[in-house]
């Protein structure tokens, strides 16, 4: 991946350099002033996939919801020891490689004309400002790409950001509609200029950013589910939807979770993780959990204090760990157990049941799990009751989305999966990310002094 988008880069450079008169000197070739929209765009979805959606701070939440641990001393990650340093790389990659190059990429589209690269932009945008904002809660939108104009952009109110997010889903659908400009083609490593999937995506992302607000301040959780079923409408239909970002697998352009979980890191999955499967009898064991080297699929406790052996642990499987293996940032099963979870508001639990069991089923299909296993296990599982329903709703949507930041969205507005603080904890457990250093530094803002354990806007 990295060798086709450096090609691409070094094409470029030859077709600039080659519209430049000789005895120009006073512009250096090697320095790009301006670029294509297809440029711009490989990069930053290399960037969203490998350093917002698998990135570090997606690690460190992964350790809070208990699905990794460190064959390390505590205190650490686990126990939920953090400085604000650990996420200036967080903050960098959100809005100086993504927003940013988005912010430009947008302005050059509709400079263009070229409409589709500025849907793209929008939806990526979107994300992008929706996912920071879950984790730090107010950021700066309005004011943060005016440069030098403004290097001190004040911070947004997160319900302000949430209706920017949703005004670009929105703008972004409509730009695809007008169908014309450029067309995307390799240049989008998502879905190869497919515009019919990048519009099911907008939709998708609409119906996620609606349910994050059923219990925020102000909001209705049936007028969220209701908006939620009507973008759903017009969302993700099957598993060819996935917004993925796959991996040619060979050197240098590994799975980011590979990288990772590599052999010579001390990173692993947690007992709390390995344990669930194998009590459920989860037929996706073997799919999303490796055998450790010593044969066994096991995980580490989080908060032990001893050192084990590594080869006693199991990592992410062959669906998501391989080299080759894929990131996924939204599926299709989301789609379906957000419309789960959406009837169950409007319409009760036996109406959300069928929903429920095909989000299961359509997940099973993806990580390759045969009908008998599937069906067997989904019997297991049980029906829906008005007691259990969103509890178990939550539960399997946290697996169809393995190691996805969405299920720490999910659990701090549900409350499910449910988790207990681990042993040797240094507080509660985490609510948010905070702040890193870098920005307080160079921005300061009373939003700032904001803990691991205060909760964002919507998290009522």
């Known amino acids: ?86 996420f200036d790389g967080d903050w ?30 929008k939806i990526l945008t979107a994300y992008c400002f929706a996912t920071a ?28 950001v949430y209706k920017y997010v949703q005004s670009q889903l929105d703008e972004a659908i409509s730009d695809i509609g007008k169908g014309s400009g450029s067309m995307v083609g390799s240049d989008d490593l998502f879905y190869g200029g497919d515009m019919d999937k990048w519009i099911r995506l907008a939709y998708t992302l609409k119906a996620r950013y609606y349910m994050h607000l059923t219990k925020a301040p102000g909001y209705s959780a049936g007028t969220q589910a209701d908006l939620a079923l009507a973008a759903l409408q017009k969302g993700m239909t099957a598993n060819d939807d996935n917004f993925k970002f796959d991996y040619p697998g060979a050197a240098g352009q590994e799975n980011q979770i590979y990288i990772t979980f590599l052999p010579v890191s001390t990173l692993i999955l947690s007992s709390h993780l390995v344990d669930g499967f194998k009590t459920r009898n989860d037929p996706r064991l073997s799919k999303l959990i490796s055998l450790s080297v010593s044969g066994m699929y096991n995980g580490r406790n989080i908060g032990e204090t001893d050192l084990g052996n590594l080869d006693d642990y199991s990592i992410p499987g062959p669906f998501y760990g391989d080299p080759a293996s894929s990131v996924f940032i939204v599926n299709y099963s989301e789609a379906l157990f957000l419309k789960a979870e959406a009837t169950l508001i409007k319409s009760g639990f036996a109406a959300a049941q069928p929903i429920y069991q095909d989000a ?46 969405e299920n720490f969205n999910d659990w701090r507005r549900t409350g499910f999966p449910s988790l207990t603080k681990v042993p040797f904890a240094l507080s509660d457990i985490p609510r948010r990310v905070i702040y890193p250093q870098s920005e307080i530094i160079a921005n300061p803002q009373t939003q700032q002094s904001a803990k691991l354990t205060d909760r964002v806007w919507w998290d009522k």
């Open 1 to 86: 991946m990295r060798k086709l988008i450096i090609t691409a880069i070094i094409a470029a450079l030859f077709i600039t350099a080659g519209c430049k008169k000789f005895i120009d000197v006073n512009n250096d070739p090697n320095s790009l002033l301006d670029v294509q929209e297809g440029l711009i765009l490989s990069p930053v979805e290399l960037n969203i996939s490998s350093n917002i959606a698998a990135g570090n701070a997606s690690i460190i939440i992964n350790h809070w919801m208990q699905n990794v641990a460190l064959n390390q001393p505590v205190p650490n990650s686990g126990t939920y020891l953090q400085n604000n340093v650990d």
């Open 133 to 160: 904002t879950d984790l730090w809660g107010d950021i700066p939108q309005t004011d943060a790409f005016k440069g030098s104009e403004n290097f001190t952009p004040a911070y947004d109110k997160q319900e302000d």
């Open 360 to 405: 299961i089923r359509k997940h099973m299909n993806l990580t390759g799990v045969a009908s008998g296993p599937a069906d067997t296990y989904i019997s297991a599982r049980g029906t829906l009751s008005a007691g259990n329903a969103l509890q178990m709703i939550m539960e399997e949507k946290s697996i169809a989305n393995f190691l996805s930041l």
């Open 92 to 121: 960098s990659n959100m809005y100086v490689t993504g927003l940013n190059n988005l912010n430009i990429l947008k302005q050059k589209a509709e400079k263009n004309g070229n409409f589709n690269y500025g849907g793209i932009a």
